[in-house]
């Protein structure tokens, strides 16, 4: 599976006094099995760019195409596209409306038409997946924590068994155990399903921890589209738009300040303390 944005531009209020540019000239591909990383600054277009690609906003001009197929041309299959491109929104009470957690994750293979039995079978399978528990199945959606919440929403996708999952702000206002235990969810989903992951996120060390590309939106714009480690090099240039990188690219660059031989193109903590441990052995070799 592939998607493909050619030349998309996006604009609100087109052709009234509140018209605004939201996306500009967008020319990307999202191909099969990537985990992918999008950051931006507020109102830099992540949300309206994720929005079209399972055709929920429609570009003002340019392409969206599905498998080389338009996804916008007359006789194609929105609905299918949308069972197979799943979008799992910043806040999950948006997306939770049954009586219970069970009914509400049978609510999308429903939807496609499928036997009851098999219904049911995805919508348990999807649950383990996410690691949320048994006795949380008949309860209310909304009697659940936030991160339950994230688990519940992110597994009515699942039950459609797409082929690309896009993850809006998934761990906003979690502690760092619930953050650690969604996305270590989804990184292994991705591992074993290899399905597309797009994840949408302000967190710099959890887009370093677990993506693979990164790209980065500034004014509607793609300003960078690379590996971590490649656009993580170009922290100065980040924050003058008002994002920044790791902690951890700040620390070895302020140790090579100071003198230390050490790799100044490492994105995460662990990276971070084999290079450190490296160069003290080197120092004590000496």
């Known amino acids: 599976m592939s998607i493909r944005l050619e030349h998309l531009n996006y604009i609100y209020s087109a052709g009234t006094a509140f018209e605004r540019q939201?996306?500009?000239?967008?020319?990307?591909?999202?191909?099969d099995?990537?985990?992918?990383?999008?950051?931006?600054?507020?109102?830099?277009?992540?949300?309206?760019?994720?929005?079209?690609l399972n055709g929920l906003l429609k570009p003002t001009s340019g392409r969206v195409l599905y498998n080389s197929e338009d996804i916008f041309a007359e006789g194609f299959d929105l609905r299918r596209l949308r069972s197979k491109v799943g979008l799992v929104f910043q806040y999950p009470e948006h997306q939770l409306f049954e009586t219970d957690v069970f009914t509400d994750v049978c609510f999308g293979p429903k939807n496609?038409?499928?036997?009851?039995?098999?219904?049911?079978?995805?919508?348990l399978a999807?649950?383990?997946q996410v690691g949320l528990k048994e006795k949380y199945y008949k309860m209310s959606p909304f009697?659940?924590?936030?991160?339950?919440?994230?688990?519940?929403?992110?597994?009515?996708?699942?039950?459609?068994?797409?082929?690309?999952?896009?993850?809006d702000e998934p761990t906003a206002g979690l502690?760092?155990?619930?953050r650690d235990d969604i996305l270590d969810q989804v990184a292994k989903l991705h591992s074993e399903r290899k399905i597309t992951i797009v994840l949408v996120s302000h967190s710099m060390e959890d887009?370093?921890?677990?993506?693979?590309?990164?790209?980065?939106?500034?004014?509607?714009?793609?300003?960078?589209?690379?590996?971590?480690?490649e656009v993580f090099r170009h922290y100065r240039e980040l924050e003058q738009v008002g994002l920044a990188a790791p902690q951890v690219t700040y620390l070895v660059h302020e140790l090579e300040e100071k003198g230390w031989d050490i790799p100044t193109d490492v994105t995460t903590v662990e990276e971070a303390a084999q290079a450190i441990a490296g160069t003290f052995k080197s120092m004590s070799q000496r």
């Not at 502690?175 to 619930?178: A, H, I």
């Open 112 to 123: 496609l038409g499928l036997p009851k039995e098999e219904i049911e079978a995805r919508a």
């Open 33 to 52: 099995g990537q985990f992918i990383g999008m950051i931006g600054h507020t109102g830099s277009g992540k949300s309206t760019l994720i929005q079209h």
């Open 143 to 167: 009697e659940l924590s936030g991160g339950q919440k994230r688990r519940a929403a992110i597994a009515g996708i699942l039950a459609m068994e797409p082929e690309m999952l896009v993850l």
């Open 126 to 128: 999807a649950l383990q």
């Open 22 to 31: 939201a996306l500009n000239d967008i020319d990307l591909e999202f191909p």
């Open 175 to 178: 502690d760092p155990k619930g």
């Open 207 to 229: 887009i370093a921890r677990y993506v693979e590309r990164i790209i980065v939106l500034n004014h509607g714009s793609v300003l960078f589209d690379d590996t971590p480690r």
